[in-house]
């Protein structure tokens, strides 16, 4: 039920006074409500519930994630392993 | 699809559960409270490969599930109606009422449509002056907003001939809950990152603070899930109950500031009975009452239909961690997805349901 999907926001109109974003989910886009994500811009990513965006991604909080995900992916399969990195 | 392919990394998955047995003495009893995240555990098998001792118990974060059966059979009452299009989540048109369930009104007759989002009833509400549109309204704190906007439109709009069948519920207060039970197991909590979007961080603090739990706020990917156990069983063996965000690219600290002004604008708290557990107090939403014209309990007579649950069912115990679903004897049996006699059988995210589609009848 609390489903949540990131898209990328293509465009934003305001639709009766509420700002409504095309966005695109691996190739399907979507029309989706922004009016709680005021400050989501075309280019970002927001992820999205029941057709409303309920946040804007933090790409750089993103990017630490992933920059962790390849270092403890690419680290020694011989485990207990103790170089493992701390999560950020 | 970026942001999400990403967190379902095997080989960081693996690693990850070296990493928790690296640092487990001993053995821990560890909440994820929302049923998505259930889905993932089970569907990625991550319950296994965590060391023996770490137990993660299934919370009560399924909102279709913890739906009390006279909301369903309130909503059976409407749907039924004539006049009425009766607009629903998917999910919520199979859970048995006490008699039936939404399915079986449609099959009837009934005019009971699905929506994605709940702005689609408003629209069918405004494109159908004649009919009366209703739209059950489920959810925990990530549905509120969306929600809480149709009430919002609708008052905007001055339609007279829509209404929300409201049954909202609270994460915080159930956690209380789990943790007040003379029964209880948890010893940590996984968050739920999505609620916790919607609400920020600051509710977690006294929880954490008076229980002594950890609570780590927790994505829906393995990678995030994993990373949520290892932060969570760090504090538990070192002593220490921090509420810690696991989920920091789409977890704000405050979280979403627009969204609870707009549900506190329609919204009130109010004491919640949840399917299998019973009432809570301040676990709930309802309209307020500048919105009681939106109110389908008031709108049509419903509000004295009560119903008492099956009694083979042991969903209250499932969603309270005492039991899992291999515990119930009617599992796989008499309960199955097709002839579910509980919610926990029907909704996708109901462990009930994980269990069945993803371990057959008798795995552990
Ligand atoms: S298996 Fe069916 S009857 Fe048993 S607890 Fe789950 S939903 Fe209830």
Redesign the interface.
């Known amino acids: ?6 898209g ?1 926001v293509l465009e934003i109109k305001l639709q ?1 006074d509420v700002p409504m974003g095309r966005v695109e ?2 190739g399907i886009v979507k029309d989706v ?1 922004l ?4 400050e989501a811009a075309a280019g970002d ?1 927001v ?1 999205v ?4 965006a ?2 804007v ?3 750089s ?2 990017a630490e ?2 920059a ?3 270092e ?4 020694d ?1 011989v ?4 170089r ?1 990195p701390e ?1 950020p | 699809m970026k942001y999400l392919d990403e967190y379902r990394d095997a080989d960081a998955t693996r690693r990850l559960a070296d990493a928790i047995r690296a640092i487990v003495t001993r053995a821990w009893n560890i909440m994820e409270i929302c049923g998505g995240q259930t889905h993932t555990i089970v569907r990625y098998g991550l319950d296994r490969m965590l060391p023996e001792g770490i137990t993660l118990i299934h919370g009560p974060g399924c909102p279709v599930c913890v739906t009390p059966i006279e909301i369903i059979d309130r909503a059976v009452a409407v749907a039924g109606r004539p006049e009425v299009i009766f607009c629903s989540f998917g999910d919520m048109l199979r859970v048995p009422g006490s008699r039936k369930d939404l399915f079986t009104v449609k099959s009837e007759g009934g005019d009971v449509r699905l929506v994605y989002s709940p702005m689609d009833a408003v629209t069918l509400a405004r494109d159908n002056p004649a009919r009366q549109v209703v739209f059950f309204a489920v959810g925990f704190e990530t549905t509120a907003p969306a929600n809480a906007m149709t009430a919002h439109q609708a008052a905007s709009l001055g339609l007279e001939n829509f209404s929300l069948l409201v049954s909202h519920v609270l994460v915080p207060p159930a956690m209380r809950a789990v943790l007040d039970s003379p029964a209880n197991r948890v010893q940590g909590f996984l968050a739920a990152g999505h609620v916790c979007a919607i609400t920020g961080m600051d509710q977690y603090r006294p929880i954490a603070e008076k229980y002594r739990v950890p609570i780590v706020v927790t994505g829906f990917e393995p990678v995030d899930i994993l990373r949520g156990v290892l932060k969570c069983v760090q504090q538990l063996e070192q002593g220490r109950n921090e509420v810690e965000n696991e989920y920091a690219r789409v977890v704000r600290p405050e979280g979403n500031l627009v969204a609870l002004k707009q549900i506190d604008e329609v919204f009130e708290v109010v004491p919640r009975k949840w399917r299998g557990i019973g009432e809570i107090p301040a676990s709930g939403l309802a309209l307020r009452e500048k919105y009681a014209a939106f109110d389908a309990e008031r709108r049509f007579p419903v509000a004295d239909i009560t119903a008492d649950e099956s009694t083979v069912c042991i969903a209250g115990e499932i969603l309270q961690g005492h039991k899992q679903p291999l515990d119930c004897p009617a599992f796989g049996t008499l309960c199955t997805p097709d002839h579910p006699l509980g919610a926990p059988m029907v909704s996708t995210e109901g462990a009930c349901a994980a269990y069945f589609r993803y371990r057959g009848r008798g795995e552990r």
């Open positions: 039920m609390c489903l949540g999907i990131p990328k009766n989910f691996g409500c009016a709680y994500t005021p990513y992820l519930h029941v057709g409303f309920i946040s991604i933090d790409q909080e993103a994630t992933l962790f995900i390849r403890i992916a690419q680290s399969p485990s207990p392993n103790p493992i999560p």
